[in-house]
């Protein structure tokens, strides 16, 4: 994983909403949450990615843009989260060359080929504040979520 105090490596990625997403989007502007997961349609994503959405208005309150990064296709983020009935926030297709961006944070699964279920904070000034694997198997909380960058994105 990639290490707090880093430089964040640059990306842009498609995403479900049909807008190109790079970090340098939110550059001097929000903090940056990165939220890793293996893939769409799995049991654990399909409680994390819309426990997010519940919490988006506190999340842009707390000044941060979360996106949600995997190895699926731009098509499949979108029938995934139009089957929550909206998803809001970008979810970024980490797909050709697959893995790529997943791979400069440190959260690639190269055996697996798939993303890691990991977490990564990026303050305004493109430094990485926090980050986390909770491995593929494993689970995050939304409002743990929430707390973290309300209590490392003051900073």
């Known amino acids: 994983m990639i290490r707090p105090g880093s430089q964040a490596p640059a990306?842009?990625?498609?995403?479900?909403?049909?807008?190109?997403?790079?970090?340098?989007?939110?550059?001097?502007?929000?903090?940056?949450?990165?939220?890793?997961?293996?893939?769409?349609?799995?049991?654990?994503?399909?409680?994390?990615?819309?426990?997010?959405?519940?919490?988006?208005?506190?999340?842009?309150?707390?000044?941060?843009?979360?996106?949600?990064?995997?190895?699926?296709?731009?098509?499949?983020?979108?029938?995934?989260?139009?089957?929550?009935?909206?998803?809001?926030?970008?979810?970024?297709?980490?797909?050709?060359?697959?893995g790529a961006m997943a791979k400069t944070y440190g959260a690639w699964l190269e055996d697996a080929g798939i993303t890691d279920r990991a977490t990564v904070l990026v303050g305004k000034d493109g430094k990485v504040l926090w980050s986390e694997s909770v491995g593929p198997g494993g689970a995050r909380q939304p409002m743990d979520l929430l707390k973290k960058c309300q209590e490392l994105g003051q900073k």
């Open 11 to 98: 990306f842009e990625l498609d995403s479900h909403l049909d807008t190109k997403v790079a970090l340098s989007d939110f550059a001097g502007k929000k903090n940056v949450l990165l939220v890793f997961y293996p893939l769409d349609f799995t049991p654990t994503g399909s409680i994390e990615i819309p426990g997010l959405q519940a919490i988006k208005d506190r999340f842009e309150a707390a000044d941060t843009q979360v996106l949600g990064v995997s190895v699926d296709s731009k098509y499949c983020h979108k029938a995934w989260a139009d089957s929550f009935g909206k998803i809001e926030y970008p979810l970024l297709a980490d797909f050709h060359p697959k």
